[in-house]
């Protein structure tokens, strides 16, 4: 499991090494682009891989899910921040003036917190793995808020970053604001305790309708997440499906 791991932040590659080879070429083509800064933005789509357009494709169909349905956006396990400057995008183009549709995301900025037997052995992380450069959370805030100024009603802040161990913020953040409706959750905190409170705090906060998204379910190098699951809800009566464009990503309408 060591050769698949990236030597910064933990992050697990499951690519051949041609595969990687090639998507340091796209890098450096990037970094080198001729373009003038003024549309380098316009045109993103360049290095877009068809693995990176798959996911971008994936929350747009999910996305369209939840468009008449009420409630708020979670992710659980929100790194980088893509996924969630991706929905707030699409929040703009899909319902600018949903004041309602808050995107809230959830993590501790600092890598893995809470690692237990039931994650397995595969994935060979630890507390503190899958972190994030110092301050990202900071960065990541100013993203959301240029997204946010990009579209209507941007006096009106929209989304939210909860920094901490989301076994203690996900449930306090919830007692703070019980008349939350969640429509559509993310979950991608990868291991088991996390992801099981984080269910069970939100539970009591869903309805017929609403989407749940998991990023590593059935995985075994991060078994926790399914364990979670299983634990908190029946899956025997769930529909688990997926979306011919993506292998890993997978969804639940309830």
């Known amino acids: 499991m060591a050769d698949i791991k990236t030597q910064k932040h933990d992050a697990i590659v499951l690519s051949s090494q041609s595969e990687k080879d090639l998507q340091l ?7 080198q682009a001729p373009l003038p800064e003024d549309e380098l933005l316009a045109n993103l789509g360049l290095f877009l891989s068809s693995k990176s357009l798959s996911r971008i494709l994936f929350f747009y169909e999910i996305y ?46 600092a890598g893995f917190k809470g690692m237990s037997d039931k994650d397995g052995k595969l994935c060979k992380t630890t507390d503190g ?34 920094q901490g161990d989301a076994t203690e ?26 992801t099981k409170v984080a269910l069970e705090a939100i539970k009591p906060h869903l309805f017929k309708g609403s989407v749940l998204v998991f990023d590593e379910l059935a995985d075994d190098i991060f078994p926790g997440e399914t364990i979670a699951l299983r634990e908190v809800f029946d899956v025997t009566n769930l529909k688990v499906e997926r979306m011919p464009m993506t292998a890993r990503v997978s969804y639940v309408v309830l």
């Open 129 to 162: 793995s899958f972190s994030v450069s110092e301050n990202y959370q900071q960065y990541l805030g100013e993203i959301l808020a240029l997204q946010e100024a990009l579209n209507p009603i941007s006096h009106l802040k929209k989304f939210e970053l909860v």
């Open 64 to 109: 369209r899910k939840i468009i008449n349905t009420h409630g708020v956006v979670m992710e659980f396990g929100v790194r980088w921040g893509q996924t969630l400057s991706l929905l707030s995008a699409l929040r703009g183009i899909f319902e600018p003036f949903n004041r309602h549709r808050k995107i809230i995301g959830f993590d501790t900025f």
């Open 169 to 194: 913020t996900v449930p306090a953040y919830l007692k703070r604001q019980p008349e939350t409706l969640v429509s559509l959750a993310i979950f991608d905190f990868d291991i088991y305790q996390p």
């Open 25 to 31: 070429k796209f890098i450096e083509m990037l970094k």
